[in-house]
């Protein structure tokens, strides 16, 4: 078995034993800090408690990731933009420096209707906040 499938499948299953949860959760952080140290994130930027990876590059990917899921597929009050915004706070909590001022939901939007446009047909999606009703945040 692929050693990113065994994680996956060991990240995915809590124990009933408090010990042993707390366990596997250390263990867990651990192997996402070996795979960040492995992949070239630098210590200073591995978050100790979790193992996540809180590096420039890293807000950068995820970033970008949200944009290209909206730009494809639009946004609604109900489904991404809550999660945009749990996203965003997560990252201003550990990293407010690569937050501020960064509006990822205008540039998603743009992007979105950029797409639609390119298209040449409207927007399919009926739940699309962009085209059907104003965005709030």
């Known amino acids: 078995m692929r050693a990113n499938l065994l994680l996956m499948h060991y990240a995915r299953s809590p124990l009933d034993c408090p010990v042993c949860e707390a366990d596997r959760l250390t263990s867990m952080a651990d192997a996402r800090a070996g795979i ?32 290209d899921l909206i730009r494809q597929h639009g946004a609604s009050e109900f489904y991404e933009i809550p ?28 992007a979105h209707r950029q797409f ?12 699309c906040d962009i085209h059907f009703t104003a965005p709030t945040l």
């Open 116 to 127: 639609i446009t390119a298209l040449g047909r409207p927007c399919r999606r009926t739940s």
């Open 36 to 67: 960040c140290i492995a992949s070239g994130v630098a210590i200073e930027d591995i978050d100790p408690a979790s193992g996540y990876d809180h590096s420039r590059r890293g807000y950068d990917r995820v970033r970008a990731s949200w944009i």
């Open 83 to 110: 999660d945009v915004a749990k996203v965003r706070a997560r990252w201003a909590e550990k990293r407010p420096d690569f937050v501020e001022g960064d509006d990822w939901l205008t540039e998603a939007f743009e």
